[in-house]
């Protein structure tokens, strides 16, 4: 079976810091495009970072770029999200999901919680 498991979240102040992570198994991992979904309370889902199956070519959101970092070990079947220079609008729970070639996904991970307070 399919899962992706995120973890790293908490709670932390304006211009903090935290690493996401997120394990793969039950699929081809490294020959699937990769990204960061999150959804802050009362909104929709937002893509935040692609990354390419061989992690060579990223995007990110404008609402993160310059702040966020993903990567990925295609040994490990793990994804990271380095999260740098947190605001209180970054406050969503992240989820690790595939891209696929409809730009949607069709498995993601339980989330996890990030909440950028003071």
């Known amino acids: 079976a399919v899962q992706l498991v995120e973890s790293g979240g908490g709670l932390v102040q304006p211009g903090g810091s935290l690493r996401l992570s997120c394990v793969a198994s039950?699929?081809?991992?490294?020959?699937?495009?990769m990204g960061w979904i999150r959804q802050a309370p009362g909104k929709g889902l937002e893509w935040v970072s692609i990354?390419?199956?061989?992690?060579?070519?990223?995007w990110y959101a404008d609402s993160v770029k310059g702040r966020f970092t993903a990567s990925r070990d295609n040994t490990k079947n793990t994804l990271w999200l380095q999260l740098n220079n947190l605001k209180t609008e970054d406050t969503a729970m992240y989820y690790c999901?595939?891209?696929?070639?409809?730009?949607?996904?069709?498995?993601r991970g339980q989330g996890t919680q990030v909440t950028v307070s003071s």
């Open positions: 990354i390419s199956a061989d992690g060579m070519s990223i």
């Open positions: 039950g699929f081809a991992f490294r020959t699937l495009r």
């Open positions: 999901a595939n891209r696929n070639n409809l730009g949607s996904f069709d498995w």
